[in-house]
């Protein structure tokens, strides 16, 4: 018997995000497999209110919770700050269904916000003429990325966001089993020192009908960038040598949060002065 799962792992992987930019060399998704959205409701309230890195934190614990479900199965997913959004294969929608419960679980305990997850099966956008591709790109001989493209993807997320029910899956935290493995998820940086003087996140996306000029864009864009600031290295923010691992409870409490939600305080006393031990060791 045939299966998708593996569509993802076996998609040879583009040389870095020049080659990702040409969406030509992105593929079609199989019609089997699902979107998933799950992002914090009134995420810009709760970060005004300067509750940031709570937000992030969830978002990135869902990613961890998806990737327990099967180890063995590589999931595309792109993080949003206040969530994330996932392709699964079919095969997997029961698993991850139990552990973004349990993120939803998470998030309604242990920082007081509600994470909205929904489903929409990518085969039912395609039929509607919906474009859902993605990419592969590789970072490093040891990391890669997810890169999407097509208006599936916003579609799904506009579907989900405005809590329609036609063609979306809505998880309710209390609607079936709740568990979320979080193995993995670690929160042990101080803040990322700012280069050049500041810190700047684009979020671009081309809007024109026709793909070639959305190409076009996209390549002025990253050439412009590159003419302000020179090659990824000599901006990009992540440098070994200026990463600082944390030091006090307070910049540690999001990793102690997310893995000891359900520990005794013996347990929780004892992992954050583990945590503490490893980074200054």
Known sequence: MSTTRNFYRDLLPLAGFAEAVDIARHQALPADWWIVVADIVDS??????????????????GIAAVLNVDRNIEIPFVFGGDGATFAIPDELLDGVKSALRGAQALARRSFGLKLRVGFVRIGELQAKGYRVHLAKIMLSEQVTQASFSG?????????IKANETAGV??????????????????????AVPQFNGHKLSLLVSALADDSERNLAGYR?????????????????????????LALTPGELQAEWRVRNQHASWPQRLAYLTKMLLQNLA
Do not use: M
């Open 151 to 159: 208006r599936g993807w916003s579609e799904a997320e506009r579907r």
């Open 220 to 244: 002025d864009l990253a050439q412009r960038i590159k003419s302000i600031y020179g090659e990824v290295g000599e901006y990009h923010p992540l440098r070994a040598g200026q990463l600082q």
């Open 44 to 61: 810009t309230r709760a970060i005004e209110a300067g509750h940031y890195k709570q937000v992030n934190t969830i978002g990135v614990a």
């Open 169 to 190: 899956l809505h998880l309710a935290e209390d609607d079936g089993p709740a568990e979320a493995s979080f193995e993995g998820f670690e929160c042990r940086w101080q």
